[in-house]
């Protein structure tokens, strides 16, 4: 039977450790926005649109998500007048996903929560040590985009 390499121990243990991670900071993105409306999921997508319209093919692509996950999220948010759809002139059919000025307003809330949320959740811990473990989370996923392993 193959056994992981010691690397790859390590890594098996980041990845899942990184599962947990990502549960708890969907449900604590819950908790900070749920006054507001939000889900972690709806938060992401508003984020994902801040800078400029996408389609929501390209949302997904930049979020790890597929279409059909971001599609439903885009048309929760727009029930809540949160976003619209415009016109994209580079495709007819994939239309653009817009932020309302209803969900500027929210997302703003959300990213002043969120710094001080993150702010008090990093309080002890080094720079150094943040910098490091972004460096190796970034470098893995950069590698499975690579390898065309991306959903």
């Not at 947990?20 to 999921?41: C, E, F, P, Q, V």
């Not at 002139?89 to 990213?111: I, M, N, Q, S």
Request: hydrophobic residues 40%.
């Amino acid at each position: 039977m193959t056994k992981h390499s010691k690397e790859g121990a390590i890594v098996t243990e980041l990845i899942l450790e990184t599962f947990r991670l990502n549960g708890r900071l969907l449900a604590a993105g819950d908790r900070l926005t749920r006054d507001l409306g939000l889900t972690s999921a709806r938060w992401q997508v508003l984020g994902a649109i801040e800078e400029q319209p996408l389609p929501v093919a390209q949302i997904a692509r930049n979020m790890g998500l597929t279409r059909q996950a971001v599609q439903r999220v885009t048309n929760d948010l727009a029930d809540a007048g949160l976003v619209t759809f415009a016109a994209n002139p580079d495709h007819r059919r994939a239309k653009l996903v817009k932020l309302t000025a209803r969900g500027r307003k929210a997302l703003e809330e959300v990213w002043r929560r969120q710094i001080d949320w993150s702010n008090e959740l990093s309080a002890g811990l080094g720079t150094t040590e943040l910098d490091e473990a972004l460096t190796v989370l970034r470098a893995l996923r950069q590698r499975l985009e690579a390898d065309g392993q991306e959903p």
